[in-house]
């Protein structure tokens, strides 16, 4: 099963090829808290950019090992790129983004990433 998702003017859409998440993850850093994002990571490899490469800016923090990307035109941020310390390229997905997941319904992880 796979899920979609995009920006809120829809230039940037992308693909999950994995079932929804039954679980996410918030976080209180300062990026984080002031966008609230709702997160999911999911292995490189099982993400798929359908469009809007050309709309995307990267934004990097802090230790620089997150890039951020937001849409150009409605600045939302539909996901970010990093890689797992065993060097897994991974995706951070915003579920806020994903119109077919209840964000309600999600068992929500508080990560405390100000203190990182």
Known sequence: MT???????????????TDPPAEAMTCNC??????????????AAQFTLES???HLRSYEFH?????HQFCATCGTQPFAA????DGTEMRAVNLRC?????????TITKVDGASF
Request: aromatic share 6%.
């Open 98 to 106: 994903v119109p077919t997941v209840d964000i309600d319904a999600l």
């Open 30 to 43: 300062s990026h984080c808290a002031r966008k609230g994002l709702t997160l999911t990571f999911v292995p």
């Open 82 to 85: 990093s890689t797992m310390p």
């Open 63 to 67: 230790k620089h090992r997150i890039d």
């Open 3 to 17: 899920y979609q998702g995009s920006c809120h003017c829809g230039a940037v859409t992308f693909t999950v090829d």
């Open 52 to 54: 809007g490469q050309d």
